[in-house]
């Protein structure tokens, strides 16, 4: 009923990219499904009109504001759901046409607008699209990731400009993670920039 509904759905939307086993990972198409949905016009604007009218901007259709939920970003699942999502839904003819990037870039954008409070982001790949940068350029104060707490970053690739950007914009991080320091910029922004975080 509506009233369970309305104690779940919340809970549920935490993290809903979270996977058991990587054999169940169908089911990330399905929130992107939803994701795409509270994009706004503008932002629809960029994609194919056969995607644009099929799939996105219906937020009437629902009836929760499922992104609102989220407290867990992992950059792994989201591009895996993403790819999932493309797959399932690209025409053959826009298969190769760098669409998954515009989409990552696009749900960064809706999320930073929409989420109220991120307790956990992981990066463990090297990725073209920084969520951190994306809150800098909106300037958005309320976003989710100016309250995140903590910040898990693996991966052998070179993270010193996530590092500086996620410092300038989570004002409440208390906990980083870090396990691989390739260069002499990443130790110098993690020293200057996290100073006082647990490491």
């Given amino acids: 009923n509506r009233f369970w509904c309305t104690c779940a759905i919340p809970e549920l939307w935490k993290n809903p990219f979270?996977?058991?086993?990587?054999?169940?990972?169908?089911?990330?198409?399905?929130?992107?499904?939803?994701?795409?949905?509270?994009?706004?016009?503008?932002?629809?604007?960029?994609?194919?009109?056969?995607?644009?009218?099929?799939?996105?901007?219906?937020?009437?259709?629902?009836?929760?504001?499922?992104?609102?939920?989220?407290?867990?970003?992992?950059?792994?699942?989201?591009?895996?759901?993403?790819?999932?999502?493309?797959?399932?839904?690209?025409?053959?003819?826009?298969?190769?046409?760098?669409?998954?990037?515009?989409?990552?870039?696009?749900?960064?954008?809706?999320?930073?607008?929409?989420?109220?409070?991120?307790?956990?982001?992981?990066?463990?790949?090297?990725?073209?699209?920084?969520f951190f940068q994306i809150s800098i350029e909106g300037n958005n104060h309320r976003s989710g990731l100016f309250r995140l707490k903590k910040f898990i970053c693996h991966g052998d690739y070179d993270k010193t400009q996530l590092l500086i950007d996620a410092s300038k914009v989570s004002k409440k991080l208390k906990e980083l993670e870090v396990s691989i320091i390739k260069t002499f910029d990443e130790g110098l922004a993690l020293k200057s920039s996290y100073g006082n975080i647990r490491i």
């Avoid at 994609?47 to 009437?60: M, W």
């Avoid at 760098?98 to 989420?115: F, N, S």
Wanted: a positive charge.
């Fill in 18 to 130: 979270r996977t058991p086993k990587l054999s169940q990972t169908h089911h990330l198409k399905y929130i992107i499904e939803i994701y795409l949905k509270f994009l706004s016009r503008e932002q629809a604007d960029y994609f194919p009109q056969c995607i644009r009218d099929k799939y996105l901007i219906h937020t009437s259709f629902l009836c929760f504001p499922y992104p609102s939920y989220l407290q867990r970003i992992d950059i792994v699942k989201i591009n895996l759901a993403t790819a999932l999502w493309l797959r399932w839904r690209l025409p053959n003819s826009l298969k190769n046409s760098g669409m998954g990037l515009l989409l990552i870039k696009e749900l960064a954008k809706m999320l930073d607008k929409y989420t109220k409070s991120i307790e956990g982001f992981v990066c463990s790949v090297a990725h073209p699209v920084n």
